[in-house]
């Protein structure tokens, strides 16, 4: 028998064992991370609790001069948020389909539509007629908006990373763990922006 063909034959099954393993370890760090995910929602769904509760329970609930929230802008803005989360997708289409410059064209776009988003937040927040201490009011709108925003900026410095390390020849061959886990970070932002979105500027 030819020395070739056992060799081939012995080798098969060592590296179906291999990728089955990098299969799993990659497996168990996105079920990890699903976790994680799920304890940073427990936190906002607590903010979440305590802003309708304090909302029904509080007599003059606006700042005084205040008689609501200027909308137009923030819509602008959860439209590019919310849109953000299809290119990223797209991003991950093609990274699948082994199309890195298409990869980082869409990543590149998240990137900026994400800063998009987190510069017009700072200059609503530079408009506002109350701040930080005016009243329960005050002190929600600005907790709330301000811990999305800073998880919006860790999905930025996310994508930062991930797109860096696209430069790395060969750097998603053996699984695209980085790019999956950051693009299900983004996706939880921006569901969890379009809930906010609804409470402060909606229900108001």
Same mark, same amino acid.
């Given at each position: ?96 389909? &082994?199309? +890195?410059?298409? !990869?980082?064209?869409? $990543?590149?776009?998240?990137? =900026?539509?994400?800063?998009? *988003?987190?510069? %017009? ?26 811990? &999305?925003? +800073?998880?919006? !900026?860790?999905?930025? $410095?996310?994508?930062?990373? =991930?797109?860096?390390?696209? *430069?790395?020849? %060969? ?28 409470? +402060?500027?909606?229900?108001?």
């Amino acid at each position: 028998m030819d020395s070739s063909i056992v060799s081939d034959e012995l080798q098969q099954p060592l590296h179906h064992a291999g990728g089955e393993h990098s299969h799993d370890e990659e497996g168990n760090k996105m079920f990890g991370f699903i976790v994680f995910l799920l304890s940073e929602s427990v936190i906002f769904l607590s903010f979440f609790a305590g802003y309708i509760v304090y909302k029904l329970s509080t007599p003059n609930w606006l700042p005084p001069g205040i008689s609501g929230l200027e909308v137009k802008e923030p819509t602008i803005n959860t439209v590019v948020l919310v849109a953000s989360s299809f290119v990223i997708y797209l991003a991950e289409v093609a990274l699948k389909r &082994h199309d +890195l410059r298409l !990869f980082r064209i869409f $990543l590149s776009t998240t990137i =900026v539509m994400g800063g998009y *988003f987190l510069v %017009g937040q700072a200059i609503e927040w530079s408009n506002l007629e109350f701040g930080f201490t005016s009243g329960t009011f005050g002190g929600m709108f600005y907790l709330l908006t301000g811990f &999305h925003g +800073l998880h919006v !900026f860790t999905g930025i $410095l996310l994508q930062l990373m =991930v797109l860096v390390r696209s *430069f790395i020849p %060969g750097n998603y061959d053996t699984g695209h763990f980085g790019v999956n886990a950051t693009s299900l970070f983004w996706h939880f932002v921006d569901i969890i922006w379009i809930v906010l979105f609804l409470m +402060l500027y909606v229900w108001q």
